[in-house]
């Protein structure tokens, strides 16, 4: 049987994790963009960790047979700095040209706040502009 990883946030995980779910039939996985676990403060900081879900990722996943794909945003958890998160925005389409990026997410909200729903309805915007898909927490 094979298998589909949805949601998988391989950054929080080791190359054993990769060995063990392609004995277990996992073929393919999708990374959303998520929060760290505490607000990034640069817009750098977020584009290393696009690079690292759309280039690195999908190199190691692939030492075990498994395609890796992924999805960049802002999540709403860090949308309350709305300078930095329309910061990472502008550079946010140079990433959907990449074949292991499927679109924008997640996103959505996470106190619903003024600025979460300004940076929700920029991702959106900014998917339909693009053409990209969109995944929604």
């Known amino acids: 049987m094979q298998i589909i990883q949805p949601h998988y946030h391989a950054i929080a995980r080791t190359a054993q994790d990769y060995e063990r779910m392609a004995m277990s039939g996992v073929v393919a996985v999708a990374e959303p963009a998520f929060w760290a676990g505490f607000d990034r403060l640069y817009p750098e900081t977020f584009l290393d960790y696009f690079h690292q879900i759309s280039e690195f990722e999908p190199t190691r ?10 999805w960049v945003a802002v999540n709403p958890k860090e949308a309350e700095n709305p300078e930095l998160s329309r910061e990472v925005l502008k550079h946010m389409p140079e990433f959907y040209k990449k074949p292991t990026v499927l679109g924008v997410g997640e996103i959505g909200f996470h106190k619903t706040t003024k600025n979460e ?17 969109i995944l929604i927490h």
């Open 61 to 70: 996943a692939a030492e075990y047979g498994i395609k890796h794909y992924c």
């Open 117 to 133: 729903e300004e940076i929700f309805e920029a991702q959106v915007e900014q998917a339909i502009k693009y053409d990209q898909l």
